[in-house]
């Protein structure tokens, strides 16, 4: 069975340019995470969604970030426009459901620079 | 709020040594506890969890945790450390009532010495 999928892996813009990540979940896996992880912390939700629902975005940077889970699968994260403080690895995760009992699968990361 | 702290942000044993990795936690209730490793440029993997009952939980590579609640903690053990196991060793705790939203720490780094 296929993990999390993320692309692009790595991505390297200029400051005020736009930005996409995507990812794909594990096959009937209803709830999706973004995390951001700075380089030497541990990763921090952006935004959860049940479904194709945003249950939890109070963290996400609003006027800069936004994301949307079409149809409930797959979902994209967009930093328009980017900062130098944007960069970072962006982390996808994905659960059966919201159960906190639940084990979170992540992808392996989006990283991102910011020149 | 919860919080997760690790205090070491590296750790260097001997290929063959025990070790063990502490995490301290604040939360208010029964906290759900978590252990992630994530080799360089790869995601997180779920080493174990606690929620509830025997205190020891056995996770997978051989690892296990206890927690401790007078003590708010959940350190991370394992007997002999193999060169496989160097990677980043994150602690997280469940925020039971914000679905599975988890909060972590800073991580450690575990570099082993042949």
């Known amino acids: 069975e296929a993990g999390v999928v993320q692309s692009p892996r790595y991505k390297i813009i200029e400051k005020k340019q736009p930005v996409a990540f995507w990812c794909n979940p594990i096959s009937g896996h209803n709830t999706l995470y973004w995390y951001l992880q700075n380089l030497g912390q541990g990763p921090e939700l952006l935004i959860r969604?049940?479904?194709?629902?945003?249950?939890?975005d109070s963290q996400l940077p609003k006027d800069r970030f936004s994301a949307e889970r079409l149809k409930g699968v797959d979902s994209t994260l967009k930093i328009q426009p980017a900062e130098l403080g944007d960069s970072a690895v962006y982390l996808c995760?994905?659960?059966?459901?919201?159960?906190?009992?639940?084990?979170?699968?992540f992808g392996e990361g989006s990283r991102l620079t910011v020149l | 709020a919860q919080s997760v702290t690790q205090p070491d942000i590296h750790i260097t044993v001997s290929e063959g040594a025990s070790l063990e990795l502490r995490c301290n936690y604040s939360?208010?209730?029964?906290?759900?506890l978590f252990w992630y490793v994530q080799s360089p440029g790869q995601g997180l993997q779920l080493l174990l969890k606690?929620?509830?009952?025997?205190?020891l939980v056995q996770g997978i590579k051989g690892f296990e945790a206890e927690f401790k609640r007078s003590q708010s903690s959940f350190n991370l053990r394992k007997p002999s450390v193999h060169w496989s196991d160097a990677a980043e060793y994150f602690c997280a705790v469940g925020a039971g009532n914000q679905g599975g939203k988890l909060i972590f720490g800073q991580g450690t780094e575990l570099s082993v010495k042949p």
């Open positions: 969604y049940e479904n194709e629902e945003a249950v939890d």
């Open positions: 606690y929620f509830s009952g025997d205190t």
């Open positions: 995760a994905s659960s059966l459901d919201t159960s906190y009992t639940g084990e979170l699968f």
């Open positions: 939360y208010g209730a029964t906290p759900y």
